[in-house]
């Protein structure tokens, strides 16, 4: 699993790359972790390469989520595949975010 | 300087020369008594529309003193030299403001006006209630003044348009004056009624919800809130939720409001019924899904998402319909498309389709 963290036009683009499991999830969110630090920009996660995503990523993004919000920030979702968009909608989280 | 324009007579030179040395005072009680009264104006829960305060200027003060200066023996008999205005939404509300204003402050009772007693039967005007303050710990006096936002707008118009003084206002353009402060009187009293009424209303159908009477209660964003209070949706996701020892994670569920309007439910009575008539087929459609899984997150909204997904299939929804429900959940997207026919897919083999 990659993860790489990137400004592109005033946003913080997180590009994930590789499959999101439980067993990745514990070095995907220390390379995510400086998300949570974000302030007055919005954050892309895009998962154009992302393959799967478990339980353990989704928390992952949902911890992402509920400290850019707490600071009135966005978190927007781009390019996911419809294996991790069916992850998102069977377990009701697909209102949550903001799909790109 | 003013002083310079206007020729002040000595006992109006020494009044302005008692104001100059005092205005540092008059700008710390100011800022003191705004923020004694603001603090607790928010711990009181009060809403109001603004609230200002000033230290009023040389040159107003040289125009008060060229036109009454005699009146006054002292600076400490002018209690105007500060100034705060609280504006609040409703008329009730100037009262409230009053009351806690009497326990901030000393009241000078006998300079302090209720202008919204003044009038004569068939008179209207300036309406607002004018306390002259203290602070509790001494000092010199200052004005308060409490209107309705309404009575602030008419106020400052009728001041900005009639106290020029350039030109004598005709009467009868002093009675439109008059007629639009009656009108306005009649504004005020019609929101404060129409507050009552709702707060009423809202009263009774909160009761209903906690009674049990859904049926008697319309379906809205407020009663909808209350009646998640009731925690409907609850058992329902902790059954889903076991299929996988989940953790059920709290988000809101207002957003599926709409979705349950377009499904025509107009009581929250419809909204329990709807709940007890789909929730089987909806625990058997999110088993069906999540037990070929090792999922073990969901939303809280995740039973409300199943049961409305049920709904639409039961009611000849098929894809087009679910396709719909993701539109209005999700948002317009192409992506729902894919979605809903992954749900068919799962659906199809459940004992409700067949």
Known sequence: MNVKIEEIDGNIVAILEGSLDTAAAAETEKAMNPLNDVEGKDIIIDCTDLAYISSAGLRIFLGILQSAQSKGGHVYIKGINDTVRSVFTITGFSNIFEFK | ?354
């Not at chain 2, 404060?192 to 209660?217: F, P």
Request: hydrophobic share 40%; with cysteine.
């Open chain 2, 1 to 354: 300087m003013m002083s310079e324009m206007v020729k002040l007579d000595a006992h109006g030179e020494m009044l302005l020369q008692q104001y100059r040395e005092l205005r540092p005072t008059l700008q710390k009680l100011s800022d003191e008594a705004y923020d004694l009264l603001s603090r607790a104006l928010r711990e009181q829960g009060i809403y109001i529309t603004a609230m200002e305060h000033r230290v009023k200027t040389e040159k107003s003060l040289t125009g008060k003193l060229e036109l009454k200066g005699a009146k006054y023996k002292s600076i400490d008999d002018i209690t105007d030299l500060v100034g705060l205005r609280v504006i609040t939404f409703y008329t009730d509300e100037v009262d409230k403001v009053a009351a806690i204003a009497k326990r901030v402050f000393d009241i000078d009772w006998k300079e302090s006006v209720d202008k919204r007693k003044l009038h004569q039967l068939d008179s209207f005007g300036y309406n607002s209630l004018h306390f002259i303050c203290r602070l509790k710990t001494g000092g010199p006096r200052f004005e308060l003044q409490m209107r309705t936002a309404l009575q602030h707008v008419w106020s400052t118009i009728e001041h900005d348009t009639g106290y020029k003084g350039d030109v004598k206002i005709p009467r009868e353009y002093k009675r439109q004056f008059s007629r639009l402060a009656g009108m306005m009187e009649l504004i005020d009293d019609e929101f404060s009624r129409l507050r009552m009424v709702l707060t009423d209303y809202r009263r009774q159908m909160l009761a209903l919800v906690k009674n049990g009477k859904l049926t008697d209660v319309p379906l809205s964003a407020e009663t909808f809130r209350s009646y998640l209070e009731l925690h409907p949706f609850d058992r329902l996701n902790k059954r889903i939720a076991a299929v996988n020892q989940a953790e059920i994670w709290p988000v809101s569920v207002m957003s599926y409001l709409p979705v349950l309007e377009s499904f025509g439910l107009e009581t929250l009575g419809d909204v329990q019924q709807f709940i007890d008539e789909n929730c089987d087929e909806a625990y058997q459609l999110a088993l069906s899904q999540l037990a070929i899984t090792d999922l073990d997150i969901l939303s809280s909204n995740t039973a409300l998402q199943y049961l409305c997904i049920v709904y639409v299939l039961k009611h000849d929804g098929g894809r087009d319909g679910l396709k719909s429900l993701y539109d209005l959940i999700n948002g317009e997207s192409d992506a729902n498309g894919m979605l809903a026919d992954l749900m068919m897919e799962q659906a199809k083999t459940l004992p409700f389709m067949r």
